[in-house]
């Protein structure tokens, strides 16, 4: 693919200081790097990433305190891996930012979720699995964030249609949900699913 | 969902649905609300009624048919939707900027982010019923949005920047109305300043509401005024300077708390400094372009496209294909209105971006609504929800 190409063509020879100190703490495990225009970035793979977005969290050198963005890629047809889950992080005591990239498997699109690290990514994992079906391991409330439930599929997916439409939501009463929200507000362990 | 246990009164909680149509949620968004008593003890935040797909759309658009969907994004400051897409475009092309485009760009931020403020804070002080307060600020915002509404044409939709530059430079005799609705807007603020700053039962309402500790907002991921309120100096132009901001003089006005308060504070003394900003850079205003005329990236004027075989092959490339940037990844982040505004671009070569990300700053506050609502009166939610600055545009794109 195009994209590899310019990546490695702008690979400078000199490794840059926190792709070096992954690459020192887990040896193999950075599977590609580039700081294309600037933005220094690593790709690890998904089995034991928690792993390095700890060390990245509380290393001194890295102190990676602020979750910038999480979000996703579909790169359907021109990858082996189609997702890659795209995370950027930011040191607020010493300035840095950095992307880490893992790339996830249409077949089990499933990564561990990193709300034990950053609160922030709550939200953000939820609007990814929204949109691109990617499930995350462990997330305390893996809902839909910006469609409704009983919407079919997951818009920002390559092979999603621009123009499909969705039937529309039907009217439905409203004491439906009412009891329903009674029902998991009152009760947090309920793990009912909303009726749709 | 979070809640807390209920307190010893006996009474069931009582669940009620505040929203999505309501006046106090600027937009619609539905907190469901779980109520003991007036105690709030538990919230669930639904929001997603002002999807628009602006993502999809992107990936269906070519790179300059983005900029007037970024004016939507943030509604109420378009004009830094604007600035951080383009310098993110112009990031992925290698592109120049002019110097005075950069300081007519600095000049119409900062101008962007006074509007901004002024109905965030304009909008608190109405929920409590100081609808004056509203009335002189959305009267200054009409100042400063005549003065947009002089250079680029429109009011709210500007659709101002372009890749390498502006749409157009600064009108002749643009210096002297700035000057004139700067000093308005001033006295505006000094109005504001005298109504509220000593007024009681305003700073009762607000002080020790929706407090969010300042380790607890990083950990949530706030940028922008929330996080500066709680005390952490973080500011885009000054952490990683673009533009000419490296050149300018300007504070980082910093709360201590994190409460409701110290961000209306906040806000308040940023617009002095944004028209400190403002007065700088018209000062320092070089001559110059408006705009770099490289090829591929710059749609050529009528003229050039009636009376050059260039400017029409070049015309009608960019408007049939797109303009073509090298293949790659690019996330640029400026400061806007709400916060950290980045826009994260993956770019294959062809006319259309790949993938086109906003990271939407006030998506972290919302989220945190809960944990800043929850053990305060149900009273409490409108100021708080006030302080956040949601702009349903920007939240759900």
């Not at chain 2, 700088?280 to 110059?288: E, H, I, N, S, V």
Request: hydrophobic fraction near 40%.
């Amino acid at each position: 693919m195009e994209t590899k190409q310019a990546e490695n063509t702008t690979q400078p020879q000199e490794i840059p200081k926190l792709t070096a100190l992954v690459l020192e703490k887990f040896p193999g495990r950075v599977t590609a790097r580039h700081t294309c225009l600037g933005d220094e970035t690593i790709t690890i793979p998904r089995e034991g990433m928690l792993e390095v977005f700890a060390f990245l969290r509380d290393d001194k050198h890295c102190r990676f305190n602020l979750m910038v963005d999480l979000t996703a890629v579909d790169y359907l047809g021109l990858r082996e891996t189609r997702f890659e889950l795209v995370v950027h992080l930011k040191s607020l005591a010493l300035g840095h930012r950095l992307r880490v990239k893992i790339p996830v498997p249409a077949e089990d699109p499933s990564v561990d979720s990193l709300i034990n690290l950053w609160g922030a990514v709550d939200w953000y994992e939820r609007e990814c699995f929204d949109m691109y079906g990617l499930i995350f391991k462990n997330h305390p409330n893996l809902k839909r964030l910006i469609l409704y439930d009983s919407f079919v599929g997951h818009p920002l997916r390559k092979d999603y249609p621009i123009h499909l439409q969705q039937p529309r939501v039907t009217l439905r009463p409203v004491r439906e949900r009412y009891d329903y929200m009674c029902r998991v507000m009152k009760d947090p362990s309920e793990t009912e699913q909303p009726p749709l | 969902m979070k809640r807390l246990k209920p307190l010893e009164f006996g009474a069931e909680p009582m669940l009620i649905e505040i929203g999505p149509s309501h006046p106090a949620t600027h937009g619609i968004n539905r907190l469901s609300t779980l109520i003991d008593g007036e105690v709030v003890v538990g919230m669930d935040v639904e929001m997603g009624f002002l999807h628009r797909g602006f993502e999809k759309e992107s990936e269906n658009s070519t790179y300059v048919q983005v900029v007037p969907y970024t004016d939507r994004l943030n509604y109420v400051s378009p004009l830094l939707n604007n600035l951080a897409y383009s310098m993110t475009v112009e990031k992925l092309f290698g592109l120049e900027v002019p110097r005075r485009a950069q300081y007519a760009r600095v000049i119409m931020g900062e101008v962007t982010r006074v509007c901004d403020h002024l109905t965030c804070n304009g909008a608190m002080a109405m929920e409590f019923g100081a609808m004056t307060v509203f009335l002189w600020f959305i009267k200054a915002r009409e100042y400063l949005w005549e003065l947009l509404d002089e250079v680029t044409g429109a009011r709210l939709t500007v659709n101002w920047t372009r890749f390498g530059g502006n749409a157009n430079d600064l009108p002749d005799g643009f210096l002297t109305m700035l000057e004139e609705r700067l000093k308005k807007v001033e006295d505006v603020l000094t109005e504001g300043e005298k109504m509220l700053f000593k007024n009681k039962i305003f700073i009762d309402r607000l002080k020790g509401i929706g407090i969010i500790p300042r380790e607890r907002a990083i950990e949530l991921g706030f940028t922008g005024p929330m996080l500066r309120a709680t005390g952490e100096p973080y500011d885009v132009r000054r952490a990683e300077p673009y533009l000419v901001y490296d050149e300018l003089d300007f504070e980082i006005p910093v709360g201590e708390t994190g409460d409701c308060w110290d961000r209306f504070l906040v806000r308040n003394e940023e617009m002095r400094q944004s028209i400190h900003i403002v007065r700088q850079a018209a000062d320092k205003l070089p001559p110059g372009d408006y705009i770099n005329r490289q090829r591929n990236a710059w749609i050529p004027d009528k003229s050039e496209v009636y009376g050059s075989i260039e400017g029409l092959i070049d015309h009608f490339k960019i408007i049939m294909e797109g303009s073509t940037p090298p293949p790659g990844e690019v996330y640029h982040a400026i400061e806007g209105g709400n916060g950290e505004l980045g826009f994260y671009l993956v770019s294959d070569g062809t006319g259309k971006p790949y993938k086109c990300r906003l990271r939407p700053p006030c998506l972290n506050y919302v989220a945190a609504l809960p944990e800043m609502t929850i053990g305060h009166y149900v009273g409490d939610i409108v100021p708080i929800f006030g302080s956040i600055n949601m702009i349903a545009g920007e939240l759900e794109r």
